[in-house]
Nanobody
């Protein structure tokens, strides 16, 4: 099983930026996605990136977030710009098909 480790979250003011990372064995070999979830609510898909680097985004983050990957480092990234309070969530990465979830990384957007 692929163990995924997310990092890079934190507290940021509205309009600010954060860059999330997700690492794990075999990350470089498959389509990868970012998801987010508020405890008690359904997990929401944010973006995914194919193995050869083609991205796709949820409408709510398109033009603000950028997903990228470094297959040699078995790592994907999520550059988040112009953050809004509604982006506050725990962010997770996962493979496709979905495997075990990691711990996630908390993103809080607040003034």
């Amino acid at each position: 099983q692929v163990q995924l480790v997310e990092s890079g979250g934190g507290l940021v003011q509205p309009g600010g930026s954060l860059r999330l990372s997700c690492s794990g064995s075999a990350v470089g070999n498959t389509l990868m996605g970012w998801y987010r979830q508020t405890p008690g609510k359904q997990r929401e898909w944010v973006a995914h990136i194919t193995r050869d680097g083609r991205p796709n985004y949820a409408a709510s983050v398109k033009d603000r977030f950028t997903i990228s990957r470094d297959n040699a480092k078995n790592t994907i990234y999520l550059q988040m710009n112009d953050l809004k309070p509604e982006d506050t969530d725990i962010y997770y990465c996962n493979t496709s098909p979905i495997g075990p979830w990691g711990q996630g990384t908390q993103v809080t957007v607040s003034s």
